[in-house]
């Protein structure tokens, strides 16, 4: 579980062939080049170390998960923050990382995620998952309301919306996400990116049942009232990938937990 590790690393292997998490070995020489290093603030990071690690891989993108709220002397360090519950960190983690990882017919590649996420360091991340009918629109509904629960002081600059989701999801529901965000969220909608990623594990449940989790990173400025934004100038070709080994299960565990806590609460 990501929860309990130190680092967590997307990498590209095999001439972008093949996606894969690495997880950090404090005792073991990185031997990958990470496009993307993660790592879990608290007091005992050791940000000199992070910061080796971050040389040795030669990371693209090092992002911090903050859970708590509070500063840490570490997340100088991070060039991006990703705020999240202690709960979402691994929701948090693929939300993100399967931006261009994989799908079916969003365009979308590596340029664009390092696009959106120049445009500011603090990114709130919000999810919503339902399983059973209208499960689209429910979990638009619900994330609308965390959105409006939302209280910052700095300008909302692009967002990233990763949608997982069983077979049956179509342009139709899609459209129906991105109409319900630009209704209720003020961002330019060239600056929203959309990535949906299909698991054939969601369609052996019970038949008729459908199921999705709407993962939406907020990506804000860095300075109040900020209105201009700056694009990190590195263009990566998209390259071919396929899913990371045991996240499709992942997923559809935690979507089991939502339906289980949505029953009893």
């Known amino acids: 579980m990501l929860e309990y590790l130190d680092f967590a690393a997307f990498t590209e292997r095999d001439n972008g062939k093949k996606w894969e998490h690495k ?46 709220g509070k500063s840490y002397d570490c997340l100088k360090i991070a060039d991006n923050i990703i705020h999240c519950g202690s709960d979402e960190i691994e ?15 969003i365009g979308i590649d590596w340029y664009d995620v390092k696009t959106a996420l120049s445009y500011g360091k603090n990114i709130q991340f919000l999810q919503s998952s339902r399983i059973g009918e209208n499960c689209v629109g429910i979990a638009c509904q ?7 629960a939302c209280d910052s002081k700095y300008t909302l600059k692009g967002m990233m919306i990763n949608i997982f989701a069983d077979s049956s999801f179509d342009f139709e529901k899609l459209e ?12 330019d909608e060239v600056d929203i990116f959309y990535q949906v990623n299909f698991f054939e ?9 459908q199921g999705c989790c709407v993962c939406m990173l907020l990506i804000y400025s860095d300075e ?20 990371i080994q045991g996240t499709s299960n992942s997923i559809k565990e935690y979507l089991r937990r939502q339906q289980e806590k949505n029953k009893n609460g």
């Open 91 to 105: 929701l948090a983690v693929y939300g993100l990382s399967f931006m261009n990882a994989y799908g079916n017919f």
């Open 23 to 68: 997880l950090y070995e404090p005792n073991k020489l990185a031997d990958s080049f990470n496009l993307i290093t993660y790592f879990i603030v608290n007091d005992d990071v050791d940000a000199e170390q992070v910061q080796q690690y971050r040389e040795a891989t030669k990371t693209e993108v090092l992002i911090a998960l903050n859970t708590t």
């Open 201 to 209: 594990e969601f369609d052996s449940w019970k038949e008729g049942d």
């Open 224 to 243: 109040e009232n900020d209105s201009e934004s700056v694009t990190r100038e590195q263009n990566i070709p998209k390259q071919s990938t396929k899913p």
């Open 142 to 148: 619900q994330l609308t309301e965390k959105f409006k």
């Open 176 to 187: 129906f996400i991105n109409n319900q965000v630009q209704e209720n969220i003020d961002v």
